[in-house]
Nanobody, 119 residues
């Protein structure tokens, strides 16, 4: 069992930056594929970025967001630069034993952290 807790969300102006963190419990953290998803009001949850040994990204954030992990600290991060109003959403950290970009492929979820980008 893995428990995930996100932090680092907030209100930022367009063009600004935020760094999200996800703290994971469990001794087998390094064996999990980790990802960030987001969900805006009235929209489906969508994949943002994932990481096994290297990162992979949704086209909408490629070049602006960077995902990283520190297995020694059981942490996953999402550095978000050049934020846009369309990035406004609740961001969730998720873990899976398998590689994937669909929410139903992920077994463990955090509660989420709100990111709001003003224009």
């Amino acid at each position: 069992q893995v428990q995930l807790v996100e932090s680092g969300g907030g209100l930022v102006q367009a063009g600004g930056s935020l760094r999200l963190s996800c703290a994971a419990s469990g001794r087998t953290f390094s064996s999990y594929n980790m990802a960030w998803f987001r969900q805006a009001p009235g929209k489906e949850r969508e994949f943002v970025a994932g990481i096994t040994w290297s990162g992979y990204y949704a086209d909408s954030v490629k070049g602006r967001f960077t995902i990283s992990r520190n297995n020694a600290k059981n942490m996953v991060y999402l550095q978000m630069n050049d934020l846009k109003p369309d990035d406004t959403a609740v961001y969730h950290c998720a873990g899976s034993k398998t590689f994937g970009t669909r929410p139903n492929e992920y077994e463990f979820w955090g509660q989420g952290t709100q990111v709001t980008v003003s224009s």
